[in-house]
C-alpha cells in the first residue's frame, strides 16, 4: 500500500473560556484535575510533531491549543492534522485531560465542522424518522441515567467548545439508538494473517442522507485517568462505533434491529457509550467480555471484539434484546463448529457479514491476510448505497487504515488514509517522562 501521509500541525495558543456550567462538570470530571496531561505532555508532543515533519513527511500548517483549567494552571494539549492520500483528507484530533477538558478542545478543534454538521444532521434525520426534540429529550433523559459519567462530562464540553446548544450535542448521540442499520466485521490473527498481527475490520453502512460522512473525523483520546484510545467518527459525534485502544482492544458492532423490533429499549446505555468505557476501562479482552455482560440491553446487535496484545484472540457476539433469556447472548470463538456460520469459520478468524461473501476471500488469502489484503475484502462486503466508512486496525502495531464516503461517493470507492496510534500515544508517553524530569530538577 502506498500512502501520501500529510501531516498539518502548528502551535496557536488559547485559553479556555469556562462556563459558570462548565466550571462545575470540569471539578466534578477532573478525578484530581491537575492530574491531566500538561506542559510535559505538550513538550512530547511537540517533539513527535518536529521529528515527522523534520523528516519530510508534514506540512506546516495546521491548529493547536493549550487549555487552562478552573484555577488557571496549566491542563490539557488538544491538537489537530490531517492525513491524506489522493483525493481523500481526513482531520485526526488529539486531545488530553479530563473529560470535560478534551470536549472542549473537540469542540473547539472542529468548531466549524461542529456548527455545521450536527444542526442541519439533527433536523434532517428528525424529519426523516419522524422523531421530535421533546421524543429525544426523553431518550437522552432516560438513558442518560445508565451512560457513563465522563461521557455526558465530554458532551458539555463539546458543546462549550463549539459554542452550540448541549441539548443539540445530546440529541444526536441519541439518534443511533432510535434507527435500524447493518454493517459487517471481520477480525482474523495467528496463523491467518501474514506476520501473527490481529487484524480487525468494521464497515459502517448506515444513512448517507444524514451526510456524516463528509465531517470525518478520528480523534485520538490521551486521558489524564485511563486508557489513551482513538476512534473512527464524525465532527461532534462522541460516542464509538468502532475504536481501539493502546492496550489492543478493538471493538466493532454490527445493527441488527429491524423496524418491526421498535420501539426499542431506552433504559440502558447505548453501544456508542459503553464502547467509549470499554476502550477507556478495558486493558484486554477477558476484562471486555466482564464489563459487557454486566450491561443492560437495549437492541440486537453483533459485536467483534478482539485483543491484539495481550490475549491474542478475538471472539463474534450475537445479542438478541428480544429474546428469552437463555438465548439472548451468544459469544462464539475462533473455528467453532456453533457459529450461525458454520461451517463457513475457520482457524483464527471470527466474522459476521450476512453472507456477502467475505468467507471465500478470507479462505483464498488465509495466511496471508494483512491491513492491504483487508482492505479489499472490507470493500468487497459493504451493503451497497450506504457505506458511509471502512476501517482497519491493525490491534497489535497499534495503527488503522480508514476509508470514509464523500458526497455521493461510498467508502469502499474511495481510498485509504493511515494513522499510526502507537506514535501519538508515545507522544504521550514522552511529555510524562519529561515532567517528571522537570518536576525532579533542582
Known amino acids: 500500500m502506498k500512502f501520501l501521509f500529510l501531516l498539518c500541525i502548528a502551535g496557536i495558543g488559547a485559553s479556555m473560556p469556562i462556563s459558570s456550567t462548565g466550571k462545575t462538570v470540569a471539578r466534578i470530571a477532573a478525578e484530581g484535575t491537575r492530574g491531566g496531561a500538561g506542559v510535559g505532555q505538550a513538550q512530547g508532543v511537540a517533539a ?9 513527511q508534514g506540512a506546516r500548517e495546521g491548529r493547536g491549543l493549550r487549555l487552562l483549567d478552573t484555577e488557571g494552571t496549566m491542563e490539557g494539549v488538544g491538537y489537530r492534522f490531517v492525513i491524506s492520500n489522493g483525493v481523500a483528507r481526513v482531520p485526526v484530533v488529539v486531545v488530553g485531560g479530563t473529560p470535560y477538558q478534551m470536549g472542549w478542545q473537540i469542540g473547539h478543534l472542529m468548531k466549524t465542522e461542529i456548527r455545521e454538521f450536527l444542526p442541519s444532521a439533527l433536523a434532517r434525520l428528525e424529519a426523516g424518522e419522524g422523531i421530535s426534540d421533546e421524543s429525544l429529550d426523553k431518550v437522552w433523559a432516560t438513558t442518560a441515567a445508565y451512560t457513563d459519567d465522563r461521557f455526558e462530562q ?16 445530546q440529541h444526536v448521540q441519541c439518534l443511533p439508538l432510535l434507527m435500524p442499520y447493518s454493517c459487517s466485521s471481520i477480525a482474523a490473527w495467528g496463523k491467518a494473517t501474514e506476520d501473527g498481527h490481529l487484524y480487525q475490520t468494521r464497515d459502517l453502512d448506515w444513512s448517507m442522507k444524514a451526510g456524516a460522512h463528509n465531517f470525518p473525523a478520528l480523534v485520538v483520546y490521551l486521558p ?7 476512534i473512527p467518527t464524525f465532527a461532534g459525534v462522541a460516542g464509538a462505533n468502532c475504536g481501539m485502544n493502546a492496550d489492543g482492544l478493538v471493538l466493532s458492532e454490527m445493527g441488527d434491529s429491524p423496524a418491526r423490533d421498535e420501539p426499542y429499549n431506552v433504559h440502558a446505555p447505548h453501544f456508542m457509550t459503553w464502547f467509549r468505557t470499554l476502550l477507556w476501562d478495558a486493558p484486554n479482552l477477558s476484562s471486555a467480555l466482564d464489563m459487557f455482560r454486566s450491561l443492560p440491553l437495549t437492541k440486537s446487535y453483533h459485536f467483534v471484539f478482539g485483543d491484539g496484545r495481550a490475549e491474542h484472540r478475538a471472539v463474534k457476539i450475537r445479542l438478541r434484546a428480544t429474546k428469552a433469556a437463555g438465548e439472548r447472548v451468544w459469544i462464539w470463538k475462533d473455528d467453532d463448529p456453533s457459529d450461525e456460520l458454520a461451517p463457513n469459520v ?12 467475505a468467507f471465500p476471500l478470507l479462505k483464498k488469502d488465509y495466511g496471508r491476510l494483512n491491513g492491504e489484503r483487508l482492505e479489499k475484502i472490507a470493500c ?42 502507537k506514535s501519538l500515544v508515545a507522544d504521550r508517553e514522552l511529555g510524562a517522562i519529561r515532567q517528571r524530569k522537570v518536576a525532579s530538577s533542582p
Not at 475457520?346 to 461473501?357: A, I, M, N, T
Open 48 to 56: 513527535g510533531i518536529q521529528a515527522m515533519t523534520s523528516s519530510g
Open 154 to 169: 465530554e458532551l458539555l464540553g463539546i458543546a462549550d467548545g463549539a459554542g452550540i446548544p448541549l441539548r443539540t450535542v
Open 224 to 230: 489524564a485517568h485511563g486508557i489513551a484510545h482513538v
Open 346 to 357: 475457520l482457524k483464527d478468524v471470527v466474522y459476521q457479514d450476512e453472507g456477502r461473501g
Open 380 to 421: 468487497a462486503i459493504p451493503i451497497r448505497g450506504g457505506n458511509v466508512m471502512d476501517v482497519v486496525f491493525d490491534a497489535t502495531a497499534l495503527r488503522l487504515w480508514v476509508s470514509y464516503a464523500a458526497g455521493s461517493t461510498e467508502a469502499y470507492r474511495r481510498p485509504f488514509v493511515f494513522l499510526d496510534f
